[in-house]
């Protein structure tokens, strides 16, 4: 059985940091893309960072050179690494693991950032 947990998450001021670990069993994780995703109250989730097997990033303008994506295979976990956090930070973050047959998604963490 795939299960994927986030953790990390909670309360930080504005300027403040946070880790988001996303730990993966039942699959071969280094085969899969790491993603992040974002969903703030009454929007559309969307892409945060996703960093592939072979190592290709691709991180969304409004967070680069704040989050830093990151894997490591032999834990079977991925990282999100947030600095300098903004109010407009303030969403729940989900980790996707894909691979061309299969889609696994964990179930959220809350991220709050105050002002």
């Known amino acids: 059985q795939v299960q994927v947990v986030e953790s990390g998450g909670g309360l930080v001021q504005a300027g403040g940091s946070l880790r988001l670990s996303c730990a993966a069993s039942?699959?071969?994780?280094?085969?899969?893309?790491l993603a992040w995703y974002r969903q703030a109250p009454g929007k559309q989730r969307e892409l945060v960072a996703l960093?592939?097997?072979?190592?290709?990033?691709n991180i969304v303008d409004s967070v680069k050179g704040r989050f830093t994506i990151s894997r490591d295979n032999a834990k079977n976990t991925g990282y999100l690494q947030m600095n300098s956090l903004k109010p407009e930070d303030t969403a729940v973050y989900y980790c996707?693991?894909?691979?061309?047959?299969?889609?696994?998604w964990g179930q959220g963490i809350q991220v709050t950032v105050s002002s």
């Open positions: 996707n693991l894909r691979n061309p047959r299969k889609d696994y």
């Open positions: 039942g699959i071969i994780f280094s085969m899969n893309t």
């Open positions: 960093l592939t097997p072979l190592g290709t990033t």
